[in-house]
């Protein structure tokens, strides 16, 4: 498993399926507390409540990684996200911080391509790997490597989530025709306007 100086855990929102978002959470969390016990100083956990939600994926996340003995002065907790292009800012912004020099950033297979345009973008390819969960699995414990193996999807989620990051894709590549900076603030304020809390 390569070295990383920090690893994030990007945000799922809990309103369609929330037991299926919060199994992926749980993955995140463990690949993530792999990542930590290798090597990762950080761990960034940055989503805010998203609309219709009680609370945050962040809170689950954080939840997680605190059972599975990540210790809470490692977690960088600030709910001020609630967008994947916000995510990759955020990470931008303290990893330069902190000086840190490689991140790996977590999520679900069918949000990696667009996850890894967005952080490479800022951060560059050398800087950020956007991995799954089962990157993890060769170090991981058995127990980790239960709650990972958990959040497997069935062929008609991975197919709605393939439609999801499709419409979302096709909308970042209009974006994409505007100057980078402003295309970002678009794309983070409609995020924010879709999915601030009601």
Request: aromatic residues 8%.
């Amino acid at each position: 498993m390569e070295e990383f100086d920090a690893v994030m855990v990007l945000g799922k929102e809990l309103r369609r399926d929330p037991e299926r978002a919060r199994r992926e959470l749980a993955a995140r969390s463990a690949a993530a507390a792999v990542a930590y016990r290798r090597g990762a100083e950080r761990v960034f956990v940055l989503e805010d409540v998203l609309r219709g939600q009680q609370f945050a994926g962040s809170q689950i996340v954080q939840e997680s990684l605190l059972r599975l003995g990540v210790p809470e002065h490692v977690l960088d907790l600030d709910r001020v996200t609630r967008s994947t292009r916000g995510e990759a800012i955020e990470a931008a912004k303290r990893m330069e911080q902190l000086g840190f020099r490689r991140l790996l950033v977590l999520t679900s297979a069918y949000h990696v391509p667009r996850a890894r345009s967005y952080f490479w973008d800022l951060l560059g390819r050398e800087q950020v790997s956007v991995r799954t969960p089962s990157y993890a699995l060769r170090y991981a414990t058995q127990e980790e490597r239960a709650i990972i193996s958990s959040a497997e999807l069935t062929e008609e989620e991975w197919a709605y989530e393939q439609r999801v990051e499709a419409r979302l894709s096709r909308a970042a590549r209009f974006l994409g025709l505007l100057p980078a900076s402003l295309a970002w603030k678009i794309e983070r304020e409609v995020g924010r306007l879709y999915r601030r809390p009601t």
